[in-house]
């Protein structure tokens, strides 16, 4: 007996899909073994056979070492449809597996994605391919996605997890942030611009602390662009949320200067002990530096890796008068040493 064009069918698979004949036909004669034997005793050895041709039989093992054809005259039926079934799935798990391929090579990229519905407290997205919850721990707060609506989408990771890969993608991740960077700022990719450090609040406030590595180039301008064309791009796709960009420094009093900004520093007193820094800042940049809810400055310790305490100069001059004079010249000399 032989299925029609079954050697045509397993070419075009192999062809378009990428499924090796031999292991289909492996495949396919294991299913077609348990479908038989269904149909004999339990003490008869059976065996089914089935060809790249389409040619199949089903065979009996005799005393002597023969074998018998035993083929039942309704076995082409089930013969097709074992085939089918088999080939089905076999396309189906190489599409689940060339779906996972294509997506975890864009892990720690940003992907593109179209906005299908409100889902579970987050959005259901739709990657191509794919249809993945963003859900709410990884969504910008406050920000509401309409239907059919594209959004930009960091992959976090993609992992494989039986029957379908487990894919994260997120709006809040740092990130998102960089590859935002990359994508505007060229010189980025070009590896004249660095970019050290991130620290996110999402929604609110990022900074991004950024170095060049060519004199001639300077970071914090190339990355904001001319009249801000740059920056703005990348903020268009963070809605509400703020973005600082800062001159990385391995200096600490340089970076901690830095990253403090838009507030104006005095002076900073560093201790490398403690890995803690003291920066006096005039009294109406106060409320600026350390922003809203402590939000800049807690930002910048978290950018520059340094505990950081900040005072108005008129503070910090009400607190030098009040020394004895030996510990006023030891604080004169720490400042100078600085």
Not at 34 to 53: N, Q
Not at 102 to 129: C, P
Not at 197 to 202: G, H, S, W, Y
Not at 234 to 258: A, C, K, N, Q, Y
Request: glycine share 6%.
């Amino acid at each position: 007996m032989k299925i029609e064009k079954f050697h045509e069918m397993l070419e075009e698979i192999q062809r378009e899909r990428h499924i090796q004949k031999e292991a289909l036909l492996e495949a396919i004669q294991a299913a077609l073994i348990l479908a038989v034997k269904k149909l004999f005793k339990p003490e008869e050895e059976i065996e089914a056979r089935i060809s790249e041709s389409g040619e199949f039989g089903v065979f009996k093992k005799l005393p002597d070492g023969e074998e018998k054809d035993v083929t039942p005259k309704d076995f082409g039926r089930l013969a097709a449809q074992t085939a089918k079934q088999v080939i089905i799935q076999r396309i189906r798990e190489a599409e689940k597996e060339e779906i996972y391929e294509e997506i975890a090579r864009k892990q720690g990229e940003i992907i593109n994605g179209i906005v299908q519905r409100r889902e579970y407290g987050g959005y259901l997205v739709n990657l191509g391919r794919l249809e993945i919850v963003l859900p709410a721990a990884e969504m910008i707060p406050g920000e509401i996605l309409k239907d059919r609506e594209h959004v930009k989408l960091y992959l976090v990771e993609v992992k494989k997890t039986g029957k379908t890969p487990l894919v994260i993608i997120s709006r809040a991740h740092p990130g998102l942030i960089r590859k935002l960077f990359e994508m505007e700022v060229p010189e980025i990719k070009e590896g004249i611009l660095e970019i050290k450090a991130i620290v996110r609040e999402p929604g609110r406030r990022s900074k991004v602390a950024v170095f060049s590595h060519d004199k001639n180039i300077g970071a914090v301008g190339t990355c904001v662009g001319h009249l801000g064309a740059r920056i703005q791009n990348i903020v268009r796709e963070l809605g509400p949320e703020r973005v600082d960009i800062v001159e990385w420094s391995e200096d600490p009093v340089v970076f901690i200067t830095h990253a403090l900004s838009p507030a104006k520093v005095n002076s900073v007193e560093i201790n490398e002990k403690a890995k803690a820094a003291r920066v006096i800042v005039p009294e109406k940049e106060l409320s600026l530096a350390i922003g809203k809810e402590g939000q800049n400055v807690r930002l910048a310790v978290k950018l520059t890796g340094w505990k950081i305490d900040i005072v108005s100069d008129a503070a910090a001059t009400k607190e030098t008068e009040g020394k004895p004079e030996a510990e006023k010249d030891d604080s004169t000399k720490e400042n100078n040493n600085q």
